[in-house]
Structure formats: structure tokens, C-alpha cells
């Protein structure tokens, strides 16, 4: 910590004190202010480009001697490329549309009284994060679009990394004539201030994870604010009897093997026993050397098959392996989906309509899908531009977590005199 004599506490509540001043700047600035300051502050980051390769390396230094993954180590780089495409996302979130002062719903009552519903920010959002730098720029931009002062505690791989992203966006807030507070990042990596955080209620009004399981397990059992967060993504094709089969094996190998190790990667595959080309999918993944644990059904299409153990079934793999099991119906897929699903994302492929509908109707989860790679599970490709995370809790917001998920609305009521008999 920068001053041995503050507490955790302390450091953050002097933090979220600032940034409750911010927000009553932010929630009152026009959308082209908050616009202009997200296009200063990509300017503000190409024209830092060397100063964040330079901090980068020296994560990356400190990372590779601390032995860390090789796909870890990818998550952390920076280069050019990078950077650039962190400023694009940046100035794509600036483009967007405010969505605060939106009029959800309006009414006039019987006495004449007019009634709306109209967005507003959620106040100080936490985020705690692991490894990737360019969530520095994607959650600042999203907060302060939405008019919302964050606070940012990035992991210990990037330190070095997130204080530079850091100091290049807030000169370009600075520099629209925003607050620089609307933006804070922690200033040290000790674990005791994330706890400070999780307790800082009045302080700070939600509390966003980004990072690893245990990440998220902690933040969600220790949070005295609410959590906008999913723990898992175990997420399931099923391939319905009446599924075109060439469809049905690209969108398999798509939803396993584009990247394993996101969050809305397959993880478990369902066919329906009636599927007359089963083989082909699973002999299709074994091919692109993917690890196939199945039931018995399964294991007799190829003896390359593993048996797979009852974890299998709640297991978030993250690499090329998946669980597969025959099931006799879409009834059938639905209630495995219902036991051992995360709530994520969850698919079906089929030709039938109807079938289709009754999935999508039925499965009880944050995205659903028909004909589609779950891999399509991302706020870039829905629309929304950067996200903040995927939620899969059934308060506030479901899904990708954008703009829209960082505010709530408050009830505006205009009169003419009216008084209560």
C-alpha cells in the first residue's frame, strides 16, 4: 500500500467516498460529454502505446519467472495490435447509445398524475479482476458511459499493465472535463483491500468478478454488496433427432474447439438417440483432438472414448474435452440441462420448430439457443459492444452485462396539484 498507517478500509473507503462525489457528475453530465471523454481517452491510449508495452513487459518478465501458463501468459501480452484494438473497443462503447434518462414505460392515472420509468446509473461499481488488461479499458469505458464511477482492482500478473491503461484513460476523462475519480484503481494488490471492497456497503452499490472460479466463489461468499456474476459456464448442445447433420457437426466442433477455454464454450453434448449420424459427431471431435467422455451409448461408437464419471456431468473443463450422453428426447435433454447445468448458456440444433420452441421455452437458462454455436455467448457479438461480464442470476440483469445491466431506473411522477383523499 502506498501509506502503511491506512487500513484496507480506509483506502477504500476514501475511494468510494470520491466516487460517490463523481457519480452526482456523471449522472448529470450529457451524453456528448461522456461520448468526447471515451474518444479522448482512446486517443489518450494509442498515443501511450510504448508506455504500455514497456509496463507490459515487465508483467510479462515477472509472470513467465512466477511460471505461469503459457495461455495465461497470452491473456496477459499486449502489443501494438492489441492496444489498438483495446482503443477501437473504447471508442465503439463511446458510440453507443446512453441509455441513461431512456423512458422504459410511462402512464397516466385515472387523477391525472403521470407516471415513467426511467434508466438510471446503479451508482459505484467494484470490479475485481484477474489477468487481462484490456478489462481496465472495457469496464472504465462501460462504466462511465452508463454514468457509473468504478473502482478497478486488476490481478497481480497485470499490475504494471492496468496502471498504465489506467493513467491513459483518465487523461482523456480529465480531459473532457470529467472527474478523474470516475475512474480509480486500486493502488496495491493486497488481497486484504478486495475484502475491504466485498464489505464496503453505502460505499460501493454492486460488485462485479472477473477472473478464475475460485475468484468468483470468493467474491459471491464473501460479498456484503450484491454480485453481478456467473461461477460457472457448463454449457450444453443437444442435437435434436431431426437436427441436419452437417449443421449439426460444424456447430459441435465450433461450440468445443473455437476456444475451450471461454466461458461459453460446450462443455457437455446431448444427442438424441434418434439422431441418425451420432457417430459423426463424436468421431468428429476425437479427430480434432478433442477428449470424449461418454456413457455407455457413447463409448460403443469408438473405442477412443473414455467412460465418463458422474463429475463429468458438473465439470467446466476449459480445454478439449467434453462430456457426451445419448438421451431419448428433448424432455430428457431438458431435465439433464435442468440438473446439471450452470445456468449459462445452453443450445439446441434440430430443423423442427416446434421442438426448437419448446426448448427454448423450457430451458431455464441466461441465453438459449436454436442452430448456433454457443460460442456466440459474448456481448461483442450480441450488439452491446465491450461487456462487463455474463451474469446468470435471475435479479437485475441476465447475460451479457452491458450498458443497459449497468443501470436501474427510478420512477418519475408529475403533477398538477393532485392530493391523496
Not at 14 to 29: E, H, V
Not at 95 to 103: E, K, M, R, S, Y
Not at 131 to 137: E, G
Not at 220 to 237: F, K, W
Amino acid at each position: 500500500m502506498n501509506d502503511l498507517t491506512q487500513t484496507p478500509e480506509m483506502i477504500i473507503g476514501a475511494m468510494g467516498a470520491r466516487a460517490r462525489l463523481a457519480t452526482t457528475i456523471l449522472a448529470a453530465a450529457p451524453s456528448a460529454q461522456k461520448a468526447e471523454a471515451l474518444l479522448a481517452a482512446a486517443r489518450a491510449l494509442r498515443g501511450a502505446t510504448a508506455k504500455i508495452i514497456l509496463a507490459n513487459r515487465l508483467d510479462m518478465e515477472r509472470g513467465t519467472a512466477n511460471g505461469l501458463t503459457a495461455a495465461m501468459l497470452d491473456r496477459l501480452r499486449l502489443d501494438e495490435a492489441r492496444i489498438a484494438g483495446i482503443a477501437d473497443a473504447v471508442e465503439q462503447v463511446a458510440t453507443l447509445a446512453d441509455p441513461v434518462g431512456q423512458i422504459i414505460d410511462e402512464s397516466v392515472r385515472p387523477n391525472s398524475l403521470k407516471l415513467q420509468r426511467v434508466r438510471v446509473p446503479l451508482g459505484v461499481i467494484g470490479i475485481i479482476y484477474e489477468s487481462r488488461p484490456n478489462v481496465t479499458a472495457d469496464a472504465a469505458a462501460l462504466g462511465l458511459r452508463s454514468g457509473n464511477a468504478v473502482i478497478l482492482r486488476g490481478g497481480s500478473e497485470a499490475v504494471e499493465s492496468n496502471r498504465a491503461i489506467h493513467s491513459a484513460m483518465v487523461a482523456g476523462i480529465v480531459e473532457a472535463g470529467l472527474p478523474a475519480d470516475a475512474v480509480q484503481l486500486v493502488p496495491s494488490t493486497d488481497r486484504a483491500l478486495v475484502g475491504a471492497m466485498l464489505r464496503a456497503v453505502g460505499l460501493i452499490d454492486i460488485i462485479v468478478p472477473r477472473g478464475g472460479k475460485s475468484l468468483v466463489a470468493r467474491v459471491q461468499e464473501e460479498a456484503r454488496v450484491p454480485v453481478l456474476a456467473h461461477l460457472d459456464g457448463i454449457c450444453h448442445t443437444y442435437v435434436d433427432a431431426k437436427a441436419d447433420p452437417q449443421m449439426a457437426r460444424q456447430i459441435v466442433l465450433n461450440a468445443k474447439m473455437r476456444r475451450t477455454g471461454i466461458c461459453g464454450a460446450m462443455e457437455t453434448l446431448l444427442i438424441d438417440k434418434d439422431f441418425p449420424q451420432a457417430e459423426l459427431l463424436v468421431t468428429s471431435l476425437l479427430d480434432a483432438r478433442c477428449d470424449v467422455r461418454g456413457d455407455d451409448a457413447v463409448r460403443a461408437m469408438d473405442d477412443r472414448v473414455e467412460p465418463a464419471q458422474a463429475a463429468d456431468w458438473d465439470t467446466e473443463y476449459l480445454d478439449s474435452i467434453v462430456a457426451a450422453r445419448i438421451v431419448d428426447g428433448v424432455d430428457e435433454a431438458l431435465a439433464h440441462i435442468a440438473t446439471h447445468s450452470s445456468h449459462h448458456t445452453d443450445a439446441i440444433v434440430t430443423e423442427d420448430a416446434a421442438t426448437a420452441e419448446h426448448f427454448l421455452q423450457a430451458c431455464d437458462s441466461a441465453i438459449v439457443m436454436w442452430n448456433a454455436s454457443s460460442q456466440f455467448a459474448d456481448g461483442g457479438e450480441f450488439g452491446l459492444g465491450a461487456e462487463i461480464g455474463i451474469s446468470t442470476g435471475r435479479m437485475h440483469a441476465r447475460g451479457p452485462v452491458a450498458l443497459e445491466g449497468l443501470t436501474t431506473y427510478k420512477w418519475v411522477v408529475r403533477g398538477t396539484g393532485q392530493v391523496r383523499p
